[in-house]
């Protein structure tokens, strides 16, 4: 016969109640450290590769990804018989194709000229760019001179207008700056002293050296013999 006393049922069952919670909460931090194990080893791994790759890898994959994708929807335009380039400006808005507008400006402000009317009005705007007009002494030439003020094709100009000495010692300022600046991007170069001499002037000169990048390879043994003589 037990001396140990009967437990009610009731706490019986509230002990196995906690004990099975128990159980499934320690199940549940066990597969929680378990995933996390498995996520920092494969994070390690990836880590790994990552540092074996190039430095500019991710940049390159961008790039890469980018040039994959427009080739994708320049097909798909192709097949539907679009415009590939027109149907991608009708998805930038005006907002963003301004201010890529303003980059591009800063980048590059100087769009060149393709002829000599362009390169004219080019000069002219850096001219005029740094004249600070007296306007008091522009109107007082346009009360005197009156209609020959604005000439036309009849109007005889000689005599009526005279160039300040400000205004004369700007121009030769500038032709100054002018002749500078050409010198410092001439394209000639210097003469060698140490260097063959197997021209009778600077244009001979050139045309020797292009023969020479261009035939040089075959012609050296011809060369030499024509110098020592021994040629056949």
Do not use: C
């Amino acid at each position: 016969m037990s001396d140990k006393p009967d437990l009610p049922k009731s706490n019986t069952n509230a002990e196995t109640s906690k004990q099975i919670e128990r159980m499934k909460k320690l199940r549940q931090l066990h597969s929680r450290r378990n995933e996390a194990r498995q996520k920092n080893h494969q994070e390690v791994l990836e880590e790994s590769k990552r540092s074996k790759l190039p430095a500019n890898w991710e940049a390159k994959k961008a790039r890469a990804d980018w040039i994959l994708e427009t080739e994708a929807q320049r097909e798909e335009a192709a097949r539907l018989g679009k415009d590939y380039s027109r149907s991608k400006l009708l998805e930038v808005g005006a907002d963003e194709a301004e201010r890529k507008e303003r980059r591009n400006q800063k980048k590059n402000p100087d769009k060149g000229f393709a002829d000599f009317e362009q390169a004219t009005f080019r000069q002219y705007s850096r001219l005029v760019q740094d004249i600070k007009p007296n306007m008091e002494e522009y109107e007082k030439a346009k009360a005197n001179l009156g209609d020959a003020f604005y000439a036309g094709k009849n109007t005889i100009v000689h005599g009526l207008h005279k160039d300040s000495p400000e205004a004369m010692n700007r121009m030769v300022e500038d032709l100054h700056k002018q002749i500078e600046k050409r010198e410092k991007y001439s394209r000639r170069r210097r003469h060698d002293d140490d260097a063959e001499i197997d021209y009778i002037n600077e244009r001979n000169m050139r045309f020797n050296k292009k023969l020479d990048r261009f035939y040089g390879e075959f012609t050296t043994e011809i060369k030499q013999n024509l110098e020592r003589g021994t040629a056949i």
